[in-house]
């Protein structure tokens, strides 16, 4: 498509002139989530993938290498239909491999909600696997212009461009402020701003230590302390 082609030239031009060294990424708020899911474009295999990747991303705090390595077999659904436990068995900070676990939460809509407006990540994730017919090995995996669902896994620089395309469709202009990382600081800025306590958010995400989620929770309050001032009270 034009708009895809157009945003491709956008982001390389952004990784030309700013380098590929990696640096803090927005956080996305629940808000635009919301629209992010809302305005999935596609196929309707490609458009269920894309709104279970960004729902369980945004639900889990994971990053894209994450995200990209979910299997199947990974998958733990509760028995009482509240949710799901995934295993992750290595992440960036896991060297020893010793894994962890992320645990997603059905969502507070009524089961009535359509499910192209569904925001509920284990609603998505499993719209998702049925339609995709998966039963085993990757979860999010590659769709091709044919709508066929591929065997291989998507690649962590796949996840990040789906990312950016559904941040573009949803009328985010300043696309070099995201990325893939945007999910995870989004994940640690809601739940913070929620009043959850910052030992259980890294439980959620993985982090070792508190350095990352307070750069990710200054960095937001920075910019809302900026837009309060700007009152003139």
């Not at 708009?3 to 708020?29: C, F, H, M, P, S």
């Not at 474009?41 to 889990?60: H, K, N, Q, V």
């Not at 039963?135 to 709508?147: D, I, L, M, Q, Y």
């Not at 739940?191 to 959850?196: A, M, Q």
Request: some cysteine; hydrophobic content about 35%; charged content about 25%.
């Amino acid at each position: 498509m034009k708009a895809d082609r157009e945003l491709a030239q956008v982001y390389a031009g952004i990784r030309k002139t700013n380098g590929t060294k990696q640096e803090g990424k927005a956080a996305v708020t629940l808000k635009l989530i919301r629209r992010m899911v809302d305005i999935v474009e596609g196929g309707p295999l490609t458009a269920s993938r894309d709104r279970a990747l960004i729902l369980i991303g945004f639900a889990g705090g994971l990053r894209r290498s994450e995200l990209a390595g979910i299997r199947f077999e990974h998958l733990q659904w509760h028995s009482s239909g509240s949710g799901i436990t995934i295993t992750l068995p290595r992440s960036k900070t896991d060297q020893e491999g010793q894994g962890r676990e992320v645990e997603i939460v059905r969502g507070s809509q009524p089961e009535s909600t359509p499910l192209a407006e569904c925001t509920c990540p284990v609603r998505a994730l499993d719209q998702w696997l049925r339609q995709a017919g998966i039963a085993s090995g990757p979860v999010f995996r590659k769709v091709n212009r044919g709508e066929n669902v591929q065997k291989a896994a998507l690649n962590p620089a796949s996840v990040a461009w789906i990312l950016k395309r559904a941040l573009g469709r949803a009328g985010v202009r300043d696309l070099h402020r995201y990325g893939a990382h945007s999910l995870r600081a989004g994940f640690a800025t809601t739940t913070f701003d929620n009043g959850v306590p910052e030992f259980k958010i890294r439980q959620q995400t993985g982090h070792k230590t508190s350095r990352m989620l307070e750069k990710y929770i200054r960095s937001e309050q920075k910019a809302r302390q900026e837009a309060a001032s700007s009152l003139g009270l």
